[in-house]
């Protein structure tokens, strides 16, 4: 065994390196920038301070909050029907569903232009019946859009594995006393499936806050995060301030995330 | 019989009630069965003869083909989901609410109905008295054992006070020694409360210790229907006879008013035939002294059991039988053997 000890202790050498290289060293960086502005530690608390960042931090969280709800609610159902039900075509189906994963941020802003842009599809249909044309894909909303239609794959992919996991008797349990089919998704389908709802919503969640190429594609002049951070230091050349808020998202998301996986973990437990 | 409470359950009907899924396997050919209020049935076969779809039929879970109707208590239910009936149903799997602690489990029923949280909570602990499990009522059900859940999973189903409860395979996850013990509880429990007990297993030794009634089910239709006695010494037919405990089988013909075989020929009525075969239980056959009885076997293997010896007897055509005897018999494989066998307790097919 000691020289197989050896061995391991030999492979952490590369591993610190990797560590070291591309993890420990460009955080270093940032918060050392972040610090090294005008305003010099102050700058830390950019988001909070500055009303317009604050403002961007208050919408990128109900817009990714919104977005990953508007995501789960949409997964549940197309899960539980792909879930319960068995059809010809449905394993194409759900390959067909998948696609948006494989799309950049760029492809997806685009999609929302051609969807329900000035030339959209969307506004040419709401022109014809006389309700004039819907353009939203250059606001919020186009943005809403975009999260939802990107999140939904592997939201629906992670949910479906756990709609299949699910023990059907426990519906028929719930139902042979008495519970209404609203009640079975109360108190058996989304408690059954919480672990997974927790985890694809969490992914969800961060992926909306960190998303920069669809919020591009659509408009600049968006206020997400995203956008500020890019425009804070290409345009302004405000290094300090783009590396803080930075900072600030970064331990947002990696906050929610830690915090969706302690509870879902607990979660996990407890159907064990 | 002097302290059976009146019958609390529902008589069930089933006329015509058939099942063919949508891929085309008929599950179940229409099927005619009557339960009287109070009665226990058990619906016995093997994997895929349908008395699962019988029992999912009778909850609600399943509609039967177009024609089957299921009445409880003269009122047809057919068009009625599982939730309407009022039937309490125990799945093999427990199917317990992992969310939920024991006693929100067993007050779930309550809780749906919209009783107040305070009565329903007094209602289930006394349900859960009653099993004798009071103390497991803030558990997590993670932290039960299999017999223990097996007893919420029951507790839960009486809880609302059905009209019948559905028992599917409910012994089948547990160890052997639990069982016996479990099917005993539940037997009792069933007698005491007289309800209306559907019970669906694959295992006879359960059927035939729990039933008023069996229905012995084989490819989607009834083959028997019987108490267990019936089905046990008078089986309808091969199927039945050789799935409900181990039957015996003398091939041979019948000439003189003797049935003749391989192994010798004992005396029996009823007209001569060139074929005919002799069923007989292995506990209902006597061994001998080799010359002492008209059939004369080898013995083959002996198998000490504690209270009787299971012995497998060779015959000269090679047929096989399993017999019973005593602890205390001096077998020895090799020797030949006599066998005694009770004209009225074997049958001539």
Same mark, same amino acid.
């Given at each position: 065994?000691?020289?197989?000890?050896?061995?391991?202790?030999?492979?952490?050498?590369?591993?610190?390196?990797?560590?070291?290289?591309?993890?420990?060293?460009?955080?270093?960086?940032?918060?050392?920038?972040?610090?090294?502005?005008?305003?010099?530690?102050?700058?830390?608390?950019?988001?909070?301070?500055?009303?317009?960042?604050?403002?961007?931090?208050?919408?990128?969280?109900?817009?990714?909050?919104?977005?990953?709800?508007?995501?789960?609610?949409?997964?549940?159902?197309?899960?539980?029907?792909?879930?319960?039900?068995?059809?010809?075509?449905?394993?194409?189906?759900?390959?067909?569903?998948?696609?948006?994963?494989?799309?950049?941020?760029?492809?997806?802003?685009?999609?929302?232009?051609?969807?329900?842009?000035?030339?959209?599809?969307?506004?040419?249909?709401?022109?014809?019946?006389?309700?004039?044309?819907?353009?939203?894909?250059?606001?919020?909303?186009?943005?809403?859009?975009?999260?939802?239609?990107?999140?939904?794959?592997?939201?629906?992919?992670?949910?479906?594995?756990?709609?299949?996991?699910?023990?059907?008797?426990?519906?028929?349990?719930?139902?042979?006393?008495?519970?209404?089919?609203?009640?079975?998704?109360?108190?058996?389908?989304?408690?059954?499936?919480?672990?997974?709802?927790?985890?694809?919503?969490?992914?969800?969640?961060?992926?909306?806050?960190?998303?920069?190429?669809?919020?591009?594609?659509?408009?600049?002049?968006?206020?997400?995060?995203?956008?500020?951070?890019?425009?804070?230091?290409?345009?302004?050349?405000?290094?300090?301030?783009?590396?803080?808020?930075?900072?600030?998202?970064?331990?947002?998301?990696?906050?929610?995330?830690?915090?969706?996986?302690?509870?879902?973990?607990?979660?996990?437990?407890?159907?064990? | 019989?002097?302290?059976?409470?009146?019958?609390?359950?529902?008589?069930?009907?089933?006329?015509?009630?058939?099942?063919?899924?949508?891929?085309?396997?008929?599950?179940?050919?229409?099927?005619?069965?009557?339960?009287?209020?109070?009665?226990?049935?058990?619906?016995?076969?093997?994997?895929?003869?349908?008395?699962?779809?019988?029992?999912?039929?009778?909850?609600?879970?399943?509609?039967?083909?177009?024609?089957?109707?299921?009445?409880?208590?003269?009122?047809? @239910?057919?068009?009625?989901?599982?939730?309407?009936?009022?039937?309490?149903?125990?799945?093999?799997?427990?199917?317990?609410?992992?969310?939920?602690?024991?006693?929100?489990?067993?007050?779930?029923?309550?809780?749906?109905?919209? @009783?107040?949280?305070?009565?329903?909570?007094?209602?289930?602990?006394?349900?859960?008295?009653?099993?004798?499990?009071?103390?497991?009522?803030?558990?997590?059900?993670?932290?039960?054992?299999?017999?223990?859940?097996?007893?919420?999973?029951?507790?839960?189903?009486?809880?609302?006070?059905?009209?019948?409860?559905?028992?599917?395979?409910?012994?089948?996850?547990?160890?052997?020694?639990?069982?016996?013990?479990?099917?005993?509880?539940?037997?009792?429990?069933?007698?005491?409360?007289?309800?209306?007990?559907?019970?669906?297993?694959?295992?006879?030794?359960?059927?035939?210790?729990?039933?008023?009634?069996?229905?012995?089910?084989?490819?989607?239709?009834?083959?028997?229907?019987?108490?267990?006695?019936?089905?046990?010494?008078?089986?309808?037919?091969?199927?039945?006879?050789?799935?409900?405990?181990?039957?015996?089988?003398?091939?041979?013909?019948?000439?003189?008013?003797?049935?003749?075989?391989?192994?010798?020929?004992?005396?029996?009525?009823?007209?001569?035939?060139?074929?005919?075969?002799?069923?007989?239980?292995?506990?209902?056959? @006597?061994?001998?002294?080799?010359?002492?009885?008209?059939?004369?076997?080898?013995?083959?293997? @002996?198998?000490?059991?504690?209270?009787?010896?299971?012995?497998?007897?060779?015959?000269?055509?090679?047929?096989?039988?399993?017999?019973?005897?005593?602890?205390?018999?001096?077998?020895?494989?090799?020797?030949?053997?006599?066998?005694?066998?009770?004209?009225?307790?074997?049958?001539?097919?």
């Amino acid at each position: 065994m000691p020289s197989a000890d050896r061995l391991a202790k030999l492979f952490l050498i590369p591993l610190g390196a990797f560590v070291l290289a591309f993890f420990l060293l460009p955080m270093v960086r940032l918060v050392a920038v972040a610090g090294s502005g005008p305003n010099g530690l102050a700058e830390y608390l950019v988001l909070i301070t500055n009303p317009r960042h604050f403002g961007t931090l208050i919408a990128t969280l109900l817009l990714s909050a919104t977005a990953t709800l508007a995501t789960l609610a949409i997964g549940v159902v197309v899960a539980l029907f792909l879930g319960r039900n068995r059809f010809p075509g449905q394993k194409a189906l759900i390959a067909m569903l998948t696609l948006p994963l494989a799309f950049p941020g760029v492809v997806v802003g685009f999609m929302i232009i051609l969807l329900a842009g000035r030339q959209g599809l969307i506004g040419s249909i709401s022109q014809s019946l006389g309700m004039g044309r819907m353009v939203f894909a250059y606001s919020m909303a186009g943005l809403f859009a975009g999260y939802v239609y990107f999140s939904l794959p592997r939201v629906m992919v992670t949910l479906l594995a756990a709609v299949e996991k699910l023990d059907p008797s426990l519906e028929e349990a719930a139902r042979s006393l008495g519970a209404s089919r609203a009640q079975v998704l109360r108190d058996v389908i989304l408690p059954g499936i919480g672990p997974s709802l927790m985890a694809s919503g969490a992914i969800a969640f961060a992926t909306a806050m960190g998303a920069f190429g669809t919020a591009f594609t659509l408009a600049t002049r968006i206020d997400v995060l995203a956008m500020t951070i890019y425009t804070e230091f290409t345009l302004s050349a405000n290094f300090a301030s783009a590396a803080a808020l930075s900072i600030a998202l970064g331990l947002i998301t990696w906050g929610v995330l830690a915090l969706t996986r302690n509870f879902a973990g607990d979660r996990v437990a407890a159907a064990g | 019989m002097t302290d059976t409470p009146a019958p609390t359950g529902a008589a069930i009907t089933l006329s015509g009630c058939g099942k063919t899924f949508p891929d085309g396997t008929c599950a179940l050919e229409p099927l005619d069965l009557q339960i009287t209020p109070g009665e226990t049935i058990v619906l016995l076969g093997p994997s895929g003869c349908g008395k699962t779809t019988t029992l999912r039929i009778i909850a609600g879970l399943e509609s039967p083909d177009a024609g089957g109707k299921v009445l409880f208590d003269g009122q047809d @239910v057919t068009q009625l989901p599982i939730e309407k009936r009022n039937v309490g149903m125990v799945f093999q799997s427990y199917a317990l609410f992992p969310n939920m602690s024991v006693i929100e489990n067993v007050a779930y029923g309550l809780r749906v109905r919209g @009783v107040a949280k305070k009565e329903r909570l007094a209602r289930a602990a006394e349900v859960l008295e009653m099993m004798r499990i009071d103390q497991l009522a803030e558990r997590r059900i993670d932290q039960l054992s299999g017999g223990q859940r097996q007893r919420v999973a029951l507790a839960r189903a009486l809880a609302v006070r059905p009209r019948v409860i559905l028992l599917d395979e409910p012994l089948t996850a547990l160890d052997a020694a639990l069982r016996d013990h479990l099917r005993a509880e539940i037997d009792g429990l069933l007698r005491r409360l007289a309800i209306t007990a559907i019970y669906v297993t694959h295992d006879q030794a359960e059927a035939l210790a729990l039933g008023d009634r069996i229905v012995v089910m084989r490819h989607g239709a009834i083959a028997q229907i019987g108490s267990p006695r019936d089905i046990y010494f008078r089986p309808a037919d091969d199927f039945v006879a050789s799935f409900v405990g181990v039957t015996n089988r003398l091939e041979g013909a019948v000439r003189g008013g003797r049935f003749e075989t391989a192994a010798g020929s004992i005396a029996v009525a009823g007209p001569d035939r060139a074929t005919a075969s002799l069923a007989f239980r292995p506990e209902t056959a @006597v061994l001998c002294g080799a010359g002492d009885s008209g059939l004369r076997f080898r013995v083959e293997q @002996v198998h000490f059991q504690g209270a009787r010896q299971r012995v497998q007897l060779g015959a000269a055509d090679g047929g096989r039988l399993v017999v019973e005897a005593a602890a205390d018999a001096v077998l020895v494989v090799g020797d030949d053997v006599g066998l005694v066998l009770d004209p009225a307790r074997f049958v001539l097919v």
